[in-house]
């Protein structure tokens, strides 16, 4: 962003059950546009976290024989725990259930009580836990089943506080036209502006029966609706991340907010209208993803069609899924996930094109020139200016957060450079004392292309970008974008193979 700083933030994930590879897949994204950002030189804070409380929470404890708390702190674990093994780089993970995001959350709801936004109220309507929430008699699915988690609804009735979202309608409509790119895609934006034109009903925002949840402060008969509760994450975290320090001044609003469009409407219609209504500034984008499927039908927790990513990360290394779910899944489109598809990328492209051409690279430059790569000659004008290009149209997509076109413009430049190893043959041209200058450009300029193509992958494959960069002799902490420049590495730099990069799985298993 212009002002130099960066927050971005990922949806925090119910403790109802185990993490699947649709919430890696949104931590994942997140991860690689904090790391361009950050590769940009700009001032990152990413946040994920858990969202802990409500009717939902306490149901899926029950079952399973806990209290909530259990539940919520061995659950909680497991999403700290899968943020660490896809080496996703947040700043802080944020708990609803944190003491201080309970009384920030508290003294929000106070103030939209005392300003007049919240009354009390009653209600009837078909209510789903799953969603936690409730949906218009028209909208539910044949034999009265949610339109989300074909499970049947409940007819739920009770007083409670009710917040005037209705009175938000003309304000959304204004901010939707005034600023037409906030919600991403264009399709998403549709939705939203027309779920507002269509009018808005005033939003419970406490629970009678729920007790697993943030007491009402001036009614702590109720607890506070869970998406309200949740929302409030995105700001109530910059109060306590970083202890002693008030970060709201830094980084209020989030640059860029992901999702899927299950939570459209909770993130592009109650929560700007709660922002408007707590007089606070609004986040400047919301990008809505699709869904990861699987067998055709969305990954879900609740569905239990799932897929578990630790055994994939275990066989395959991070980097692998990384790379697989940002080339595979269109940012905004759906996508499937299949074994076979993750199989097939990881060694037709991972393996036997990116690790092979390290591999080749570092033992050429080992074997014809005693493992020090030469200085430039200056002849490769071509394939600097594809490196420029590379590095050019892959800012320019990551920018317009289309990930998987700016990953393309990257395997281009790592195509590009096993056609440039095959052209020249390097061990042809060692054969003659005659073409040494040819070899010395050949092994220069394949080296080089080879380090601005890790610098320009690291958001998506980190480790291995450093192994990449390590491996030619380079600083693999140099990861800036502007490192990534013809020519910026350093020079004569002595090469040397680690481990196999991307290895053979079946050979791994062996
Ligand atoms: O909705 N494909 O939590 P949640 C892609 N706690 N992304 C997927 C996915 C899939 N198959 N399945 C899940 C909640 N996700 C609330 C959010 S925020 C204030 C509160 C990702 O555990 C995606 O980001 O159901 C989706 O929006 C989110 O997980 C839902 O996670």
Known sequence: MADGRFYLTTPIYYVNADPHIGHAYTTIMADIIARHHRQLGEDVFFLTGTDEHGAKIATSAEREGRTPREQADMLSARFRALGGVLDATNDFFIRTTDAEHEAEVQSVLSALHDSGDIYKGSYGGWYCAASEAFYPEPELLPGRLCPVHKTPVEWVEEENWFFRLSAYRER??????????????????????????????????????????VPVPWDPEQTIYVWIDALLNYRTALGYARPGEDMVERYWPPDLQLMAKDILKFHAVIWPAMLMAAGLELPRRLMIHGYVLKGGEKMSKTTGNVVDPFPFIERYGIDALRYYLAREVRFGEDGTFTAEGFDARYSGELANELGNLLNRVVSMIGRYRGGVVPADPG????????????????????????????????????????????????????????????????????????????????????????????????????????????????????????????????????
């Open 172 to 213: 959304l409509l204004a901010h939707y036209d005034a600023n037409p790119g906030w919600v991403l895609p264009q399709a998403r934006f549709n939705e939203a502006r027309r779920m507002i034109e269509l009018g808005l009903e005033d939003l419970s925002v406490s629970r009678a029966q729920v007790e697993w949840g």
């Open 379 to 510: 002849g490769d004008a071509d394939v600097a200016a594809d490196v420029a290009a590379a590095a050019e149209g892959c800012a320019a997509n990551f920018a317009a957060l289309d990930l998987s076109r700016g990953v393309e413009d990257v395997w281009r430049l790592v195509q590009r450079l096993n056609r440039l190893v095959e052209q020249r043959a390097p061990w042809t041209l060692a054969k003659d004392p005659a073409r040494a200058g040819e070899l010395d450009q050949t092994l220069f300029s394949l080296a080089e292309g080879l380090r601005a193509a890790a610098i320009m992958l690291w958001p998506v494959i980190p480790g291995s970008a450093e192994r990449i960069l390590a491996s030619l002799g380079q600083d693999p902490a140099a990861t800036a974008l502007a490192g990534a420049a013809w020519g910026a590495g350093a020079a004569e730099a002595t090469v040397s193979l680690a481990d196999q990069l991307f290895p053979r799985v079946e050979e791994e298993a062996a």
